[in-house]
Structure formats: structure tokens, C-alpha cells
């Protein structure tokens, strides 16, 4: 070590280069805990919250750090372990939206301990957590001196003694110096931490500049969401009047059974193309397409009127002389959001010549945070992998399949894409037959909401499905705590133990990356 009259300390945020320095202090500080972490989980660290990982150096050597990670605390409680509230050190569990600076790590090369360098490092903690307006800093602290007393004191009855100074902690006097009040005990907290054989301090230190956003005392998030599904019968069809008639009927009957959202199906207005030219595939979806203005604007209304949002199916749009297929999501406050189709089938390339979108959206609704898929794109992992990534809680999928064996495609990717990404899905299709209409002619579709597969949650994993080929609605009811409880503790956690070090999908699009839209 410098001489002390020579030591130029220095507070920064660490590099990808600083690991092996690293390497070799922890090695020395936990010697009894498996030394350093991997290289792989300090750069999944640095990747997914560089501003958490902090170091003091003298004269260009780290010789002192600190990592931490952003967490919204209720998902986790007083009772998590070490590893689950890190994500196994990769920060899977880092919320930029949440409220707490969680503390992972402190440690100091043991030849530089003289200089309150840990001091220091708490201090620039809790200056993080100012700037970043969290509520507090939290963190389990370890009890190593314990061994030596547990034979003849509880660990609760540990701490009051080094509150009151009988005891001396290394960890837990510091801490206590520093501000940091004890919540509770924890247990099993790090089961290899012999020296407090088990055991660990949960501390919290309240940042007092901490300004709380305002809780609405209406119109709040709901914990439990009723979701209404229609399964659509393809029929002849007269005018636009007719359809919208039938429409609002449905509309109507969810509202009365008070359901957050209604879904619709695919290409909902199909028989609409029986009025138009049936010359062609193409001239018919574009007399189609002329009918989605007004009945967008009728859709919207309902919405406003039954107070309920709706998911209108899709409708056919044109759009500088190029064919899409689009998902309007119609909210109750009035508003209207669309997601276009972003995979066309074959046969709606070669039939209609439809052009796929290049936008991937999440949406904030009064009820959660959905996405929507049309059909063929839930066909597509990556698609819902994004959105889950933006924590979708809901992915609806409005869809139109003619045989069953089309149907079970979207069925089984629907169900695939609830587990893997730990979110309800949604599917709602048409039934029927449109004799005179081309390219629309029969349909096959049974309607269902899925959910992820956990004790939690159904044993097979459908909360329930619409008998097939039937006109009727689905109304299920979803509770979006047991989305929170199972990613952290369910038997499998997909969501935490994604291997981010070693994969990752990203989006390319130019006009938009996945967003929230308010």
C-alpha cells in the first residue's frame, strides 16, 4: 500500500477491465464464501445497472467496492434469500421503476482498511439513492462473529448485544455506525455463510429527500383483471350497421358482467367484404379496408359508453397504398392505440399482397401492462420475449385460423408463450363460414385464456376455454399478484434465470424499439 500521506483516493463506477483486480480482493476478503464471483456475473452486472457497481481507487488501483441493485421490494418482501433478490448475482431482478437501492456486496482490500474506505462506499450508496429518488437503501447483512456467541445467545439476542456495545460485529457495528437500523433476522439468508451459520441482518436506511409519486385514490392498477373474450360466428351480412349492431351486443354483455377489456377476433368485419368486389382476393380485402375508419370511430365510442376497453380484433387498413392488418386497442378513457401485424402469412401475402408492420408496442392500460399479437406473430418467440422483457403482464391474440390443425398452432405457441415468459395470454377467433367470400370461407377457432404452469396457477395450465366451433364469450378473471409471487418464487422462474450474460434478443427496427405508450 501507499504511504497514507501519498494516497489519492478516487470514487467512480467500475469497468469491464477492473475484474481481475477484483478478482483478487474478494478472494482475500471471502476466502470462506467462495471467493470472487465469475467474470460472467460481473459483466452481466455492469450490463444491466453500471451506475449500482462503484469502486474507490488510489492512484489508479480499485481498491474498494460496492454493488447494489434496483428493486421494487414488495415483489420480494422481508423474506427472500441472497440469491433471490440478486437474480444469482446476474441483476436479473434490477426494476429501474423501482423503489429501493438493494446492497449487495461491500468489500475492501484488507491492506487499505484503515482508511474508512467502506465508509465512504456507503456514502456514495446513499447518494445514489438521493439522486435517484428511491425510498431506501435495504440490504442483508452478514453476522460473522456470531460462531463464537451462538452457543449461548439467539441471533436476535446477538444483535441487541452489539446495539448495545457488549458485542463487537465487524459487519454489523459498521452497519449500525452507518445509519442502518435492523428490520428483522433472516434466515437461511446465505445458507454457505457458516460464520453466522446462516444467519443475516435485514437493514434499511430511509432516505429522508425521498419524494413519494402520488397514489391515485381511484383509477389505481388492479391486482385482479376480468378479461372477456367473444368467440366471433362468421355471418352474412348486410350493411355496417348490422355488424356493429352485433358487435355492441357483445360489447354490451361483457360490460354488464363488468370486464376490464374485451378481445375480439381477427378480421372481426370479414363478412363485410360479401358488399364489395369479389372479383378478386385483393379487390375484396380493400373494399374491406374502406369500412375500418367507421367502425373504428363506432368501437371507440362503445368503449367510452360501456366503460370498457377494447381490443377490436383487427381490421384491414391501407396505409400509402400499402395493405395492413391492424390490432386497435380502444381505451375506455377515449384514447385509441393500434399494433400492426408484423409477420403476414403466406397466403395473405400472395392472396392480398400485405405488408407486415415494423412497430412492436407494450401498452399501459388502466388494467396492467399488455401487448398484443395478431395471429401468425404469436407464432414468433422473440415478438412476446420483448415484451416480457418490458414486463408484460397480458398478451392478447386476436386470431383467425380455417382448420383445427392452424388453430393448434396458435394454441400451443399461445400456451408455450404464457410459461416461458410467466404472463396470462389471451386468444379470441372466429367461427362460422362466409360462402361468398374468398379466401374466408370456413373457420376454426376455440376461444381460451392460458396461464403460466405453477401450483398457482390451473393444472394444465388454461384458466378456461369456449366450447369450439360455438358462438359465445369467455369471461375469466386473472390475478396479476401470482404473475409477482412466481417469478420469485415458483418452482421454475423463467424470467430470473435467464442466462443474460450469454444471449439476448434485440430489437432492429428503425422506426421504434418496444415502448410504453402512457
Not at 83 to 110: A, K, Q, R
Amino acid at each position: 500500500m501507499s504511504q497514507e500521506n501519498e494516497v489519492k483516493l478516487l470514487a467512480r463506477n467500475l469497468t469491464e477491465s477492473d475484474f481481475d483486480v477484483l478478482k483478487v480482493i474478494m478472494n482475500k476478503v471471502y476466502p470462506n464464501l467462495g471467493g470472487s464471483i465469475t467474470k460472467k456475473r460481473y459483466l452481466a452486472m455492469l450490463k444491466i445497472f453500471r451506475d449500482g457497481q462503484i469502486c474507490i481507487e488510489d492512484d489508479g488501483k480499485v481498491v474498494a467496492a460496492a454493488f447494489s441493485v434496483i428493486v421494487d421490494y414488495d415483489k420480494f418482501g422481508d423474506e427472500h434469500t441472497y440469491d433471490e433478490i440478486t437474480g444469482n448475482s446476474y441483476l436479473t431482478t434490477h426494476d429501474p421503476n423501482g423503489d429501493v437501492l438493494y446492497g449487495i456486496e461491500v468489500f475492501v482490500d484488507p491492506d487499505y482498511r484503515n482508511l474508512r474506505l467502506g465508509r465512504r462506499l456507503y456514502e456514495a450508496r446513499k447518494e445514489l439513492c438521493q439522486s435517484l429518488n428511491l425510498r431506501a437503501i435495504i440490504l442483508g447483512g452478514r453476522i460473522p462473529n456470531y460462531k463464537n456467541h451462538s452457543h449461548e445467545l439467539s441471533p436476535q439476542k446477538y444483535i441487541e448485544a452489539v446495539k448495545r456495545r457488549d458485542l463487537y460485529d465487524p459487519i454489523l457495528t459498521f452497519q449500525l455506525s452507518n445509519d442502518f437500523e435492523v428490520k428483522r433476522v433472516l434466515r437461511g439468508y446465505m445458507p454457505e455463510d457458516k460464520e453466522s451459520e446462516g444467519y443475516a441482518t435485514l437493514l434499511e436506511w430511509f432516505n429522508i429527500y425521498y419524494e413519494p409519486k402520488e397514489r391515485k385514490l381511484f383509477g389505481h392498477q388492479k391486482d385482479s383483471v376480468r378479461i372477456g373474450c367473444v368467440q366471433w360466428q362468421m355471418r352474412e351480412m348486410e350493411s355496417v350497421e348490422e355488424l356493429l349492431q352485433q358487435f355492441e351486443y357483445f360489447v354490451d354483455a361483457l360490460s354488464d358482467y363488468r370486464c376490464d377489456v374485451a378481445l375480439f377476433p381477427e378480421f372481426f368485419n370479414a363478412p363485410l367484404m360479401g358488399l364489395g368486389d369479389q372479383s378478386s382476393s385483393i379487390e375484396a380485402i380493400k373494399h374491406l379496408s374502406t369500412y375500418t375508419e367507421e367502425i373504428l370511430n363506432a368501437v371507440s365510442h362503445m368503449a367510452v359508453s360501456y366503460n370498457i376497453n377494447i381490443i377490436a380484433g383487427s381490421m384491414p387498413l391501407i396505409e400509402e397504398e400499402l395493405l395492413y392488418n391492424v390490432a386497435y386497442i380502444c381505451k375506455r378513457d377515449g384514447t385509441i392505440e393500434s399494433q400492426y401485424k408484423l409477420h403476414p402469412t403466406p397466403s395473405e401475402k400472395k392472396d392480398w399482397a400485405m405488408e407486415g408492420g415494423d412497430r412492436l408496442t407494450l401498452f399501459d392500460t388502466d388494467f396492467g401492462r399488455i401487448g398484443v399479437l395478431i395471429c401468425y406473430d404469436v407464432e414468433f418467440p422473440e415478438l412476446a420475449r420483448l415484451l416480457s422483457e418490458e414486463e408484460m403482464q397480458i398478451l392478447f391474440v386476436p386470431f383467425w385460423t380455417d382448420t383445427k390443425n392452424g388453430y393448434l398452432r396458435v394454441k400451443r405457441c399461445a400456451q408455450a408463450r404464457a410459461i416461458e415468459n410467466e404472463c396470462y395470454v389471451a386468444i379470441a377467433g372466429s367461427i362460422g363460414n362466409l360462402p361468398k367470400v374468398d379466401n374466408v370461407d370456413i373457420q376454426y377457432g376455440q376461444t381460451a385464456v392460458f396461464s403460466p404452469s405453477d401450483f398457482a396457477f390451473p393444472h394444465d395450465a388454461v384458466m378456461a376455454e369456449t366450447t369450439p366451433n360455438t358462438e359465445m364469450t369467455l369471461i375469466v378473471d386473472v390475478d396479476l399478484n401470482k404473475l409477482q409471487m412466481l417469478q420469485n418464487t415458483g418452482s421454475v422462474r423463467n424470467f430470473l434465470d435467464k442466462r443474460r450474460d450469454l444471449y439476448r434478443i434485440e430489437w432492429l427496427g428503425e422506426k421504434s424499439i418496444v415502448k410504453q405508450v402512457k
